[in-house]
Every structure is written in C-alpha cells, then in structure tokens.
C-alpha cells in the first residue's frame, strides 16, 4: 500500500526546487551535512500525505519568506489502496507510472499512480488536490490522506501512546476492518466505547471523600431556589475524549510518554512498523537519537529488512550507514535540486571509512601511515591558529592501497572534492596506476605525491636535514622497544639498522651521521621503512611519524618536495598553506 516514486519541492524551507525519484524503493536513508535540507524533505512528505484535517504554517515555511510564491509539494504514489482509485474515488485521476517517468497514459506496463498535490499561498491556508494533466484537480479529504499511513518520527512523539484520532495507534486499530465498511457508514468507535464502559464503572464509585463539601454546595443551591440533591461526583465524559485522549500505553503504572527518549522512540517506530507491515509509509528523522550504537545499528538493519511498506531515514550515524549497503544512500547537498546516489565502487569504503560520507571534502589515504600524517598535519595546523579539518568538514578515507583508484571514482561520481595522497614507488611497474592518476588529476582531484619511484617514507628520509633522520630511526626503535618488551633498546637499534643494511648492500656503513648522509642511504632507510608491515605502518605510528616531521618544519627549505606537497594538502582542508 502507497509508496513514494517521485516527490517535488518548491519554495518550502530551505529547498526553493526539488524533484526526485525513488522509484517506489522500500528503504531511503538521507544523509548529508547539517541544513542541507534532509529534515526539510522528511517535512515535505509528512505535509503533503498528512491525515489531518488542517495543518499549520508560518511565513517561514515560505523559502526566504517569499510568501508571494506558493508552497507546492507533490507526491507522486503508487501501490495505492484499492478504495482511492475506484471511479467513485480518484479513479479518474490515475497516472501510468514506469521507472523513467509519469504520464497520464495509462499502458499495460505501467504501475498505477496517483499525484498528491499540496499547495499553500499566503493565506497560510492548505489545500490538498489529487491531480493529473488530463482532468486537473480535484480536493482530497483528510479521510482520504489518512488510508496511505503515513507517519513520523521526530523529538515529539508523546501523543503516539495515545489513542485518539489522527495518531498511528489509532490508525493501527481501524486498519484491520476499514476496507470492508462504506466510507458513508458510520462505524463504532472502538475507543470511544471501551472509555463509555471504563466511565460506567467510575459512576459506580462513590468519592466519599468528596461527599461533605458536595452537601454544603446541595444545601446551599435549596436556599437558592434549586434543587441538585442527586448530583454527584464523577468524570465528565469531555474531558475523557479531550484534544489529547486520557485513554493512552502504560507500563505498570508509569505512562509511555515518561519514559526515556530513546525507549518512547523505539516504542513510537514499534507502532508505526505495525502499520508499515499492512502498507504505509514512515519518516523517521536522525534515527540514531536517544540511542546506544548498538541498538540505532540493529533499528537499521530491521527496518531494512522489512519486506512490506515504505521507510524513509535520515541520520548523521557512522553507527547506521556502516549497516547498509551503497544503494541505500541518498546525498543531500543544499545546493542541489535533487539527491545523489553511490555506485558500488564505494561498498568497501562505507565499510572501512563511514564518516566519509558525511564530509564535505575527503582525503583519500593510500593507507595508514598517509592517515597518521594527515592528522599530525591537522595538529600542527591548529597550533599556528589555522581551523581544524573537523570544522572544515574535511575527513579522511582509508583507500587500504589496492582500493585508492576506486574510491576516489566513486566519491567524485557524488561530486565530493577529493583529494588524492599516495605513494608514487610502483608507478613505472604499474602503468595502469600511472593513467590512473593522470585521469583523475584531469578529473578534478587534487594528487598528492611524490617522485616517481618514491615512497611516502623515502619522501621523508630524503627531504629532512640529517638531524631529522636521525631522530626518525631513535623513533623507529624506540617503537620497536614498544611493540616487543622482550627486546633491549641495544637490540631494538640493531634490528632496525639490519633493516637498512638489507636495502642498502654489502657496504652499508655501520650507522647514519653527518660523515655517512649520502641519498643512497637515506634511500635505503625510507624503503627499509616502508617495506613489511614496515615502522609506522598504522594511524598512531603515522601520526608520531608526522609530528617528527613538523617538529623539523622550520628547518625545511620553502622549495623542499616534502614540504611543498604537505603545503598543498594543507590548502585543500581550509585553503590555507603552512
């Protein structure tokens, strides 16, 4: 029953133009930066199929609060309820719906389709049509709206416990036998009668305590000149069936709406996925709140899972996308009228690296080390007052070497400016690599890299002063010594000079000094860095590695390689150099 395919915005919020089609998919998660327009599309679908009656707005809702251009949000749906499409109904309305557009041309092939249209002017006054090319418009009634389920989940979800009408516990119970009444029948309010039969037992009770000042008012009406000696102590039967129903979920004693955020969450999606499971459509917004990881995790993955119904997220959570697979994700950026969808080349780095995807710009690391550097980059940038990457929405993405050429094509396919950091050690063997780099550099991406041949680590042995070096190799045994308390300092020391003597050759001197610098050697110390499981090949030991060297920055000529691409990466964060 009734799900989205396509939906248009204008001038509602934030978003001025918007059209989007989702092809009737089950399950939508929206991401995006903050304001980007995520809640604002959950609003524009909870607005446009709304069960109620009457639905406030404000000049604010109007983009820039140009109340002389008319709110229009318009829905089209399909696997509609039987009831709305029928001759007495819509039936004139329908639309022939495929996966590439909407016509009035109804085909065989063709799914039925029904357009929704709601339009505010500035009167604030909505007005809800079902509405086609052919035969215009036509109003469609609260009650109408109501058969589609449609409900969400936002930070006021108290009236959800309760069961008066227009909330998803009362559509729950009127679900199972709305399709066998008329629309004209005037149907049992099964509340309403379970609160007349609960009234009837409260008439029953005396209130005793109450009786002493209930006879001085009797008494007092006599002298008066009218007689209420049969009035009694009771509940008025208004304030039983009041603008917020008294009749509402319990447990023990205590009511579901003090409950704790997250539970009455849950509770409310609980509810709402009852009714998804008959046909429906539910708007949950940053569906991780009030939530430990683990439970907004297994919240996505079931919600997913459900195979009837129609849901629609939104989150901010490495916690949720790192559940779901690429094609789940919708990318919302303020600036565009339409989402942007992943490709699968991006499967491997939703897993590895899901804060990526809330980014701004990425980094896309060709491993660990990179990652350690780039982060003592960040460091050394916020202690000369530069902002940090974090503000500048600027993440990193592990590329795990094999995968960086893949990566960046997908983020740049969703338009994210990307940058590139990477060796350049095995470019004359792979020329594939090497075309590689040159297409994405004609693409847009920022390369950060290092002569042909080299290493990030031979970049750094060969670009410090000698006194930098040094202290590189103390820092490789000294986290050696870490790693292997077994092992003596003495020991520690030797084992990474044999490392060196193993890249250098028979004649490699016995250490590295002012006497012994010469560009072979620190040649052969950077690719006895690099090689294995290599010295700093993870984030912290990148990150040490990447301290060492801003703690030698000054001492760097202004035309030193190494120097010059870290400056580089340090104007794609927040455009300026170092």
């Known amino acids: ?18 059209d989007q089609t989702f092809f009737g998919r089950n399950f939508v998660c929206l991401i995006g930066r903050g304001d980007s327009g995520k809640s604002t599309i959950l609003e524009a679908i909870s ?4 069960p109620q009656w009457n639905l406030p707005f404000q000049d604010s809702d109007f983009t820039n609060c140009d109340t002389n251009t008319p709110i229009e949000i318009e829905a089209t749906l399909i696997e509609l309820p039987s009831k709305l499409i029928q001759d007495d109904k819509y039936g004139l309305y329908i639309r022939g719906v495929t996966p590439t557009c909407v016509s009035d041309e109804l085909e065989d092939s063709h799914e039925i389709g029904l357009t929704i249209r709601l339009i505010v002017k500035k009167d604030l006054e909505p007005r809800w049509f079902v509405y086609n090319e052919r035969q215009g418009r ?15 989940v936002s930070d ?33 309010d099964t509340v309403v009668t379970a609160l007349r039969e609960a009234k009837s037992k409260i008439d029953a009770h005396p ?4 009786n002493v000042a209930l006879k001085k008012v009797i008494d007092s009406a006599k002298i008066l000149g009218i007689d209420i000696s049969n009035a009694k102590n009771t509940l008025d039967f208004k304030e039983l069936l009041g603008k917020e129903s008294k009749l509402s979920l319990h447990e023990s004693k205590i009511p579901f709406r003090l409950k704790g955020k997250g539970s009455k969450r849950l509770t409310s999606i609980a509810i709402q996925t009852a009714l998804v499971d008959s046909g429906g459509i539910m708007l949950i917004d940053e569906i991780e709140q009030g939530l430990e990881p683990d439970r907004a995790q297994h919240l996505a993955k079931a919600l997913k899972e459900g195979k009837v119904g129609q849901v629609f997220i939104t989150t901010h959570s490495r916690d949720v ?3 779901l697979v690429t094609s789940d994700l919708f990318l919302v950026k303020s600036s565009e009228n339409h989402l942007k969808t992943f490709s699968g080349n991006l499967q491997g780095a939703l897993r590895k690296n899901p804060e990526a995807f809330f980014a701004k710009k990425v980094i896309i690391c060709e491993g660990l080390t990179e990652m350690g550097i780039c982060r003592a980059l960040n460091k050394f940038k916020v202690s000369k007052g530069h902002s940090s990457a974090a503000v500048q929405g600027v993440r990193l993405a592990d590329g795990t070497g094999s995968h960086i050429v893949e990566y960046t094509d997908g983020f740049i396919e969703v338009d994210y400016p990307t940058c590139l950091f990477c060796d350049s050690d095995v470019d004359k063997k792979d020329k594939k690599l ?4 040159e297409r994405l550099k004609k693409a847009g991406v920022l390369l950060v890299d290092w002569d042909q041949g080299d290493s990030l680590e031979v970049a750094i042995t060969n670009n410090l002063p000698p006194d930098g070096v040094s202290a590189l190799l103390e820092l490789a045994a000294r986290i050696k010594e870490e790693d292997h308390a077994n092992l003596s300092t003495e020991d520690c020391t030797k084992a990474i000079w044999d490392s060196v003597k193993s890249k250098f050759g028979s004649h490699c001197p016995g250490e590295f000094s002012s006497d012994t610098d010469t560009k072979a050697l620190r040649i052969a110390i950077g690719r006895a860095a690099g090689s294995g499981i290599g010295w700093f090949k993870n984030m912290e030991k990148g990150n040490r590695l990447g301290d060492l060297v801003f ?3 000054e001492a760097l000529p202004i035309d030193n390689k190494l120097k010059k691409q870290l400056c580089v990466l340090s104007e794609f964060i927040d455009g300026n150099g170092l």
Do not use: C
Not at 8 to 18: A, E, V, Y
Not at 47 to 50: D, G
Not at 207 to 210: G, T
């Open 138 to 152: 036509a109003s469609i009634s609260s009650t109408d709206r109501s058969k589609l389920n449609v409900f969400m």
């Open 1 to 18: 029953m009734a799900k989205i395919h396509n939906l248009k915005i204008k001038n509602f919020r934030g978003i001025s133009d918007f």
């Open 434 to 437: 090497s075309e590689n780099k």
């Open 551 to 553: 703690k030698y920055w």
């Open 47 to 50: 607005s446009v199929l709304s």
């Open 321 to 323: 996308v790192v559940e």
């Open 156 to 188: 006021y979800v108290d009236r959800h416990f309760s069961w008066n009408r227009g909330n998803p516990l009362y559509a729950l119970l009127k679900q199972e036998d709305s399709e066998e009444r008329n629309d004209d029948e005037d149907d049992e």
């Open 207 to 210: 209130f005793s305590e109450l």
